[in-house]
């Protein structure tokens, strides 16, 4: 727009259009003489129109922590940010000008920094992995949902229900009888991936939680605490989720871990009852109870199931955000054909309980899909690659267990099989948890946040009150 169409613009809408606006400040401070009241008028002014367009970039930003956000529209806002600090910079050197040559030789370090990092592959993967972790934990909410994880098959009222513990014996069972029988590689992972991702769902609508599961908005919560972390008390408040975060899914493992033995065992017996014999058998128990030893490769693919895990999270933050930005919950209440079939009133009730539990679905879905299928793909390409999630391991050892016998618990292998146990909880819990803690450090841009400073201040909570991860405050017994 011409200067005086811009001028206009702005006297209309000078709340409304902080960008409008901020050109014709550009121009009356460029315009003003160096040294006069004039300059420093026009100067005041110009960081004021700055600041409110600033303020504008973040109210956009919290509009799409409610309705959604594309990666686009990161890169947009990524790039009116820049556009603002270098503005700011350049008000302060012409402000300046040769007077302070410590200020003149910042700038031209910071221009000389710029042109070297617009030639370099190097900075350009850099700089994409923060707009793609932004984009990826910008939906933060009020960081209740960590909150919300529970002992599995334990419903938040506190009650425990029969079948709830049957569903994990029963997904195990599932998963040895249709493993090592003769089929097909691609059939048997996609067995195992509608076995899991069905089971996982059901537990999520008894209102459980799977062990090492994560929240999908466990990094966009991290990376909420973690842009004001130089505010009084957002650092403490920064290590309190930590430790929220961590004591949930300490609770879940244990909770996973004291449901599965017995489930499994019940299944098990039901299946003797019924004429099936033990799942596995004794030859395939002992097999199975290899697998699971410390000594083997149990770290490695412990680790490897915490990347997935990881995934998943950050996959059902993504279909959370896809669904909500495309408004599919409001299209699919809105639906004709479906109005027609389930009637008018009840067509916004299934779009209210899809908004609710859309990222569950997309987490949990995947996750299955990502424990049944990634280890066949990549068996395809000739890599051995194992799922060690703690929950199916305990079941699987107890069923093995069963079908070996009593005298299991004499051989070495059991209690290598135990630790490994132990340790397959440990690393499904650090690596997701740590590629969470990255992907939040990496959307706040470089610079921002000391990683050091973090781990420092988590580990001095953890030395100053361990309870604090294991247990919940005395104030919410």
Request: net charge positive; aromatic share 8%.
């Amino acid at each position: 727009m011409s200067h005086r169409v811009r001028k206009r613009t702005a006297m209309e809408r000078p709340l409304d259009a902080p960008f409008a606006s901020l050109s014709i400040a550009v121009h009356d401070f460029v315009e003003a003489q160096p040294g006069g009241v004039e300059a420093d008028e026009a100067k005041a002014a110009l960081k004021s129109h700055i600041a409110r367009c600033a303020r504008g970039l973040r109210d956009v930003a919290e509009h799409l922590e409610v309705y959604g956000v594309s990666t686009d529209l990161v890169y947009q806002l990524e790039r009116a940010r820049l556009s603002l600090q270098r503005m700011e910079a350049l008000v302060e050197f012409r402000s300046v000008g040769g007077r302070n040559p410590a200020a003149v030789a910042r700038f031209v370090a910071s221009l000389i920094r710029a042109n070297a990092a617009q030639t370099s592959v190097r900075a350009l993967l850099a700089e994409n992995g923060v707009l793609l972790a932004a984009a990826s934990s910008s939906r933060a909410q009020d960081g209740r949902a960590l909150h919300h994880a529970r002992v599995p098959g334990v419903p938040r009222d506190g009650r425990v229900g029969g079948h709830r513990r049957r569903r994990h014996g029963l997904t195990v069972a599932i998963k040895l009888a249709t493993t090592g029988h003769g089929l097909a590689p691609f059939i048997e992972g996609l067995v195992a991936s509608l076995n899991y991702a069905l089971s996982f769902v059901l537990i999520h609508f008894l209102h459980g939680t799977l062990a090492t599961k994560q929240p999908a908005m466990t990094a966009a919560t991290m990376a909420d605490h973690l842009n004001h972390a130089r505010e009084r008390g957002r650092m403490r408040g920064f290590v309190a989720e930590v430790a929220n975060l961590v004591r949930s899914q300490v609770a879940a493992i244990a909770g996973n871990l004291l449901l599965v033995v017995p489930a499994a065992l019940a299944v098990q017996a039901l299946l003797l009852v019924a004429g099936f014999g033990h799942l596995p058998d004794r030859e395939h128990a002992s097999e199975y109870v290899e697998q699971l030893s410390i000594l083997g490769a149990t770290p490695f693919y412990a680790v490897f199931t915490g990347v997935l895990l990881w995934l998943s999270a950050l996959f059902a933050g993504w279909f959370e955000n896809w669904a909500t930005y495309r408004r599919v919950p409001e299209a699919i209440g809105q639906n004709p054909t479906l109005q027609r079939w389930v009637g008018k009133t009840r067509a916004p009730r299934i779009a209210e309980a899809l908004e609710r539990n859309v990222a569950a679905l997309g987490g949990n879905v995947s996750l299955g899909f990502l424990l049944g299928m990634v280890p066949v793909v990549a068996l395809f390409f000739g890599l051995p690659l194992e799922v060690r999630h703690v929950t199916l391991s305990t079941g699987q050892l107890a069923l093995a267990s069963w079908s070996h016998g009593a005298g299991i618990l004499a051989l070495p292998a059991f209690w290598a099989a135990v630790a490994g146990i132990v340790v397959i909880g440990f690393l499904n819990l650090t690596v997701s948890f740590a590629l969470a803690m990255w992907v939040a450090i990496r959307s706040t841009g470089r610079g921002a946040v000391s990683r050091r400073r973090l781990v420092r201040a988590v580990f001095s909570h953890l030395r100053a009150a361990p309870r604090d991860f294991l247990l919940p405050p005395r104030s919410a017994r």
